[in-house]
């Protein structure tokens, strides 16, 4: 059965460092989503991404975030300067169409040291 | 914030029984979906229910819809202790595909 692959599972980073949390999402789909979820909070939309460009975004996808698809396969989020609260799962989805069903990796535990 | 409560947060009961849990939201929506959570893992849909739609099954799932309340229940029958995990409701609005989680019900299910 096809699914969406995250890399790394775990991360652990100092603050202010730069990270890439990368995804392959299911070959056949065309929307693109990352959330993430504080630990014990809810899963929230961080950016939703078509045809090569960004679609929609929340208020927490500030400057310090980033997506970007760079071959045909993989789907990244960088943040640039992590601060302590960007410690959080992050789970990239896919879907086959705009608002459907949605497949989630298993998420990449990122802290900020 | 589109989305309202979840309730109850927690839902403790036997192995055999029924367990339902209900989300309200309080935009309009496209579809409402139900997701589940093992813990510490990826979320795993379980089935979408359009906004046209009151009422649809999948398996042991029931799930309803009614969109004047702007609320929906999620009906687990004949639980089991695999059933244990939490459940998220997520709505998706007609003005884009982002899902909008609520907190979600943990469910445990005793054998």
């Known amino acids: 059965e096809p699914e969406v692959t995250q890399t790394p599972s775990h991360q652990v980073t100092q603050m202010g460092q730069e990270v890439i949390l990368r995804c392959v999402p299911i070959?056949?789909?065309?929307?693109f989503y990352w959330y993430r979820q504080i630990l014990g909070q809810k899963v929230e939309f961080l950016v939703s991404f078509y045809n090569n460009e960004i679609s929609e975004k929340s208020e927490i996808f500030d400057d310090q975030f980033s997506v970007e698809r760079p071959d045909g396969s993989n789907f990244t989020l960088k943040i640039r300067s992590t601060k302590l609260e960007d410690s959080a799962m992050y789970f990239c989805a896919s879907s086959e169409q705009m608002g459907t069903e949605a497949f989630f990796g298993q998420g990449t535990r990122l802290t900020v040291v | 914030s589109q989305q309202g409560e979840e309730d109850p947060q927690a839902l403790s009961i036997q192995e055999g029984e029924n367990a339902t849990m209900n989300c309200s939201y309080k935009t309009s929506i496209n579809n409402l979906q139900w997701y589940r959570q093992n813990s510490g893992r990826g979320l795993v849909h379980l089935i979408l229910?359009?906004?046209?739609?009151r009422e649809k099954h999948s398996g042991r799932l029931r799930v309803t819809l009614d969109t004047s309340k702007k609320s929906s229940s999620l009906l687990i029958t004949a639980s089991r202790a695999a059933d244990t995990a939490s459940y998220f409701c997520?709505?998706?609005?007609?003005?884009?595909?982002?899902?909008?989680f609520g907190q979600g019900t943990e469910l445990s299910v005793k054998p």
């Open positions: 229910i359009r906004s046209n739609e």
């Open positions: 070959s056949n789909h065309l929307y």
């Open positions: 997520a709505t998706v609005t007609n003005q884009g595909g982002k899902l909008i």
